[in-house]
């Protein structure tokens, strides 16, 4: 689904040359759930704006998306952001359906759609609430649905639960794993959470400070569904403790 090799992203600022990312490279295959973890600054966020098209890779890297090179934005996939970005004058299903609107899409079979999908986050009952009557929970949830409704293969999300509190975003995570065991979808995950990343993912990649790498790739061998109760179970400490020392190594935690 996805395809990076020796992928490099250089910001020029005011101030000169900042590199991003340097030498990248990460295979997704279809239906598989990756999380990207790292420091603050490594270029997680970069790279899923590579992957989407919505900035260019330096020159001599490759970015494809099921085996067609990344050169401009790329539509077939729906973004999930750490805000939820919502319309405050639309309705909850009205903010769904943009999508369809924008894509042109039939308007019966997607509104269906995006109620099936609000019955899979629990907000029926809330389709014709605005976003100023929603908990910041309830409206990541919208934005996800928004995300879904065209039934796009790959669902991109960049730190979606980032501004939640701790009981939402957990869970927020039991929902996304519920979603992806029902539909599947190709998901690239970026958080800060290593807890988060080792509940939900098939793989987890690990990120090296400015200018990131890959410093190493994880393969979560752990039977689904994971439920938060297991998590401080052996089996996925043995994950936890893997990232945290490759920080610790990094010199980004601290040994004490």
Avoid at 93 to 118: K, P, S, W
Avoid at 174 to 179: A, G, K, L, V
Avoid at 236 to 247: A, G, L, M, N
């Amino acid at each position: 689904m996805i395809s990076l090799r020796d992928v490099d992203k250089t910001y020029q600022t005011r101030d000169g040359s900042v590199p991003a990312l340097r030498g990248v490279s990460l295979e997704i295959g279809d239906g598989e759930f990756v999380s990207i973890v790292g420091p603050s600054g490594c270029g997680k966020s970069t790279l899923l704006m590579l992957v989407a098209g919505l900035t260019p890779a330096d020159r001599g890297s490759v970015v494809e998306v099921r085996g067609r090179p990344v050169v401009g934005p790329v539509t077939d996939l729906g973004i999930v952001f750490q805000d939820a970005i919502l319309l405050d004058w639309r309705t909850v299903l009205d903010n769904i359906m943009l999508q369809a609107e924008v894509r042109r899409l039939d308007r019966t079979a997607h509104r269906a759609r995006a109620l099936e999908l609000l019955r899979m986050v629990g907000l029926i009952g809330f389709e014709q609430k605005r976003p100023f009557e929603l908990s910041g929970g309830m409206r990541q949830r919208t934005s996800i649905c928004r995300a879904l409704v065209h039934d796009p293969p790959l669902l991109l999300m960049d730190e979606p639960f980032g501004a939640l509190d701790a009981l939402t975003r957990e869970q927020m995570t039991i929902d996304i794993q519920r979603i992806w065991l029902t539909t599947r979808k190709t998901v690239l995950f970026i958080t800060h959470s290593i807890m988060e990343a080792v509940l939900l993912s098939d793989r987890v990649v690990v990120m090296s400070p400015r200018p990131g790498r890959v410093e190493e790739i994880l393969t979560i061998d752990l039977p689904r569904p994971r439920k938060l109760d297991e998590s401080g179970a052996q089996e996925y400490t043995r994950y936890t403790s893997r990232i945290r020392e490759i920080f610790r190594a990094q010199g980004i935690l601290s040994r004490e």
